[in-house]
């Protein structure tokens, strides 16, 4: 069976300091791969998806970033945090070869920016 | 018209009633329907997904799809308070290329 894995869980950091938030997918090969943020009362915001290795789709424009060094391996990276982006961060995998597009959430980052 | 509108809530009903949770949709081409479960603190889990038009059971939980009213449902019957979660619909064209589009979720309290 598939399952996904986020870490750290939770996240303390200061304004201005980096950020690398990781996730790997295990069980599947060649998933689509998606980062999203939830902040309360905003529901979930696509912040970036990927079909393949290297390859990175940007949903909205902002001071973060992501890759996908591995198959099963996406990274959410920033060079300096913000305020703005506290908030829970959630990994998801779909499978390509499925027409429902179903995607399935890892347990989150909870980011908490000082 | 946002894509996909779903009551916030809080919905509060006392254990043992029947919820119905919903969610209205502006695009024609959604074929694939889904709802997920989230309680606090925690990522979505997938709970149902359905097809098209029509009812899907899956114990307690049945889902329903009217396309002809842009509207699905979620009936959870004999409510627990272990069902206290927020739920999201979500959907999508069932293209591949196509991204899904969630609802903002519903928060559900069943009381004890």
């Known amino acids: 069976s598939q399952t996904i894995h986020q870490w750290p869980a939770t996240l303390v950091q200061p304004v201005g300091s980096p950020l690398s938030l990781e996730c790997t997918v295990e069980?599947?090969?060649?998933?689509?791969l998606y980062w999203y943020r939830q902040a309360a009362g905003r529901g979930l915001q696509l912040l970036f998806y990927?079909?393949?290795?290297?390859?990175i789709s940007s949903e909205v424009p902002q001071n973060l970033s992501a890759s996908r060094p591995q198959d099963r391996q996406f990274i959410l990276s920033s060079k300096k945090l913000l305020l703005s982006d506290s908030g829970f961060y959630l990994c998801a995998w779909s499978d390509p070869l499925q027409s429902t597009d179903t995607q399935y959430f890892g347990p989150g980052t909870r980011l908490t920016v000082l | 018209q946002k894509e996909v509108e779903q009551d916030p809530g809080p919905l509060s009903v006392p254990e043992g009633a029947i919820v119905s949770l919903n969610c209205t949709y502006s695009?024609?081409?959604?074929?694939?329907f889904m709802w997920y479960r989230q309680y606090s603190r925690k990522g979505p889990e997938l709970l149902m997904y359905t097809y098209s038009s029509g009812n899907k059971e899956d114990g307690r939980f049945t889902a329903q799809v009217d396309k002809s009213s842009k509207y699905i449902s979620l009936f959870i019957r004999d409510s627990q308070p272990s069902d206290s979660a927020t739920y999201l619909c979500a959907m999508s064209a069932g293209n591949r290329d196509d991204k899904i589009i969630f609802g903002k979720g519903t928060r559900l309290h069943i009381l004890p």
């Open positions: 069980g599947t090969s060649n998933p689509n």
């Open positions: 990927s079909v393949g290795i290297g390859q």
């Open positions: 695009n024609s081409a959604f074929q694939y």
